[in-house]
């Protein structure tokens, strides 16, 4: 078995990493790590949860030169939550070695603060690119002596906007630095990004056999959404997760699915960009160490997180992309550990569902619970079956809501029967 000391990796750092479990390189670090010590330029594709950040990070350690007292690399990351975990993970594996200073630049933290430490000498800075930007701005950074950049989560950094501030900030670093991106998936924008800024880089893939992640069981739940919520209660009584993280399509439906989670009695936290940096950093501190039972989320906050023991992931609204399908159900049984994701489906989602099965190439079996993600009646049940199998056969039909099978069964006023109570949501205990 191939081991981290015979990648190159030192023994300090290969005891660390055995201390955390780490013992045999990832496929995406066994190609990485070498080509990175020879100094080459690196293009690695691989889904979430393969590995990627140790890929480039121990590498990056070996190369530190920690005499000298510039910023040596830089990791740019579209996320504070990424920079921190980044940083942290850092931390970690230079727990036994000589002193390599890094620092986590990002947006909300004070400036001021920021500052102080961007004094002292740093060796690896973390960033998200627009907070960096502002000190280079300032001139209270210089990258100019930037030998190794890293570029990760570059996809993500694309949906998010950032490529305009990337690429200023890559014009800040030393032209012959070593440069690394690391990316999910690799649209066109990512591909001239680096055949603009790379040299030569060395295309490191490593496919996964489907796209999603095998140890991660898939169901979805038929429902509308005016089921949805009591749906949702109802699958977690159910299952009783020891952590969980929902998805939600907006920062205000991830509002109000938190209030009506407290309001039942759970443990819940929401992580979304509208709120301060202070609270979402208790938040995630809160899951991490299992405080918090569920965390109510949007895609762009929870990006890239790595929690230990997330066993549940609950799409409430259903992504719109494949990619971000698989990203959400990432967040579950991650490095070897069991996981389920479930995705409640309404009628107006069975086109972003379809897409997904595409993407996945796998096809979902639907599942109903009978008097909560739907009505219980059996003409009905026959009825929508039928629409879906026609939904599912015809293809590019986008009459969304017309074909819905459920508007016309819906009596006006049956708000009040979905906050179904076949549970009792107080005194639970969590299964672990
Ligand atoms: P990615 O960036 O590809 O989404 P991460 O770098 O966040 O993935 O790693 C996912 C998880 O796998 C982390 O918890 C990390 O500690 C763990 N991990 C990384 N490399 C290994 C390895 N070689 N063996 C076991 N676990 C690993
Ligand atoms: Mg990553």
Redesign the pocket.
């Given at each position: 078995m191939l081991d981290?000391l015979q990648l190159g990796i030192r023994k300090e750092i290969n005891h660390t990493?055995k201390s955390?479990?780490?013992?045999?390189?990832?496929p995406?670090?066994e190609r990485t790590i070498p080509s990175v010590l020879e100094g080459k330029d690196v293009i690695a594709k691989?889904?979430?949860?393969?590995?990627?950040?140790?890929?480039f990070v121990l590498p990056i350690l070996e190369k530190i030169d920690v005499h000298e007292s510039d910023v040596q690399a830089l990791i740019l990351t579209p996320t504070r939550e990424l920079a921190q975990?980044i940083s942290k993970?850092i931390k970690k594996m230079i727990e036994n070695v000589e002193s390599v200073n890094v620092l986590a630049v990002y947006g909300g933290q004070d400036v001021e603060h920021q500052l102080k430490k961007l004094k002292g000498a740093q060796h690896i800075v973390v960033a998200t690119p627009g907070r960096l930007l502002d000190h280079i701005r300032r001139g209270t950074i210089d990258l100019s002596t930037i030998r190794m950049l890293v570029l990760?989560?570059a996809d993500q950094m694309l949906h998010m906007g950032f490529l305009p501030e990337v690429d200023d900030i890559i014009k800040e670093t030393f032209p012959s630095r070593q440069t690394m991106l690391?990316s999910?998936t690799m649209p066109s924008e990512i591909k001239s990004l680096a055949k603009k800024y790379m040299n030569e880089p060395e295309f490191i893939e490593v496919k996964a056999k489907k796209v999603t992640v095998e140890e991660i069981k898939q169901v979805v739940i038929e429902t509308t959404d005016r089921r949805k919520q009591a749906t949702l209660f109802h699958l977690i009584e159910e299952h009783r997760p020891f952590l969980a993280i929902i998805f939600c399509r907006t920062k205000v439906r991830a509002k109000k699915l938190h209030e009506a989670l407290i309001a039942n009695g759970y443990e819940s936290d929401e992580l979304h960009g509208d709120l301060t940096q202070s609270k979402r950093e208790k938040a995630m501190k809160r899951f991490r160490e299992a405080k918090t039972q569920f965390l109510v989320a949007t895609d762009v906050a929870a990006r890239?997180l790595?929690v230990?023991g997330v066993t549940h992931v609950y799409n409430y609204d259903i992504p719109q992309d494949v990619e971000s399908y698989v990203h959400r159900i990432?967040r579950t049984g991650?490095?070897?550990g069991d996981g389920v994701a479930f995705t409640l489906v309404a009628p107006k989602d069975m086109e972003f569902l379809r897409m997904i099965e595409k993407g996945i190439h796998q096809k979902f079996e639907i599942q109903v619970i009978k008097g909560v993600s739907i009505p219980d009646r059996e003409d009905y049940e026959r009825a929508s079956e039928q629409k879906y199998e026609n939904k599912r056969t015809e293809g590019s039909r986008r009459d969304g809501r017309k074909a819905a099978p459920f508007s016309s069964n819906r009596k006006p006023n049956d708000r009040r029967s979905n906050s179904n109570s076949n549970h009792s949501t107080r005194g639970r205990k969590r299964s672990r």
């Open positions: 981290f990493l955390l479990g780490i013992v045999e390189p990832t995406i670090q691989a889904q979430t949860g393969t590995g990627k950040t140790l890929a975990q993970e990760d989560e690391f999910a890239g790595d230990e990432g991650r490095a070897g």
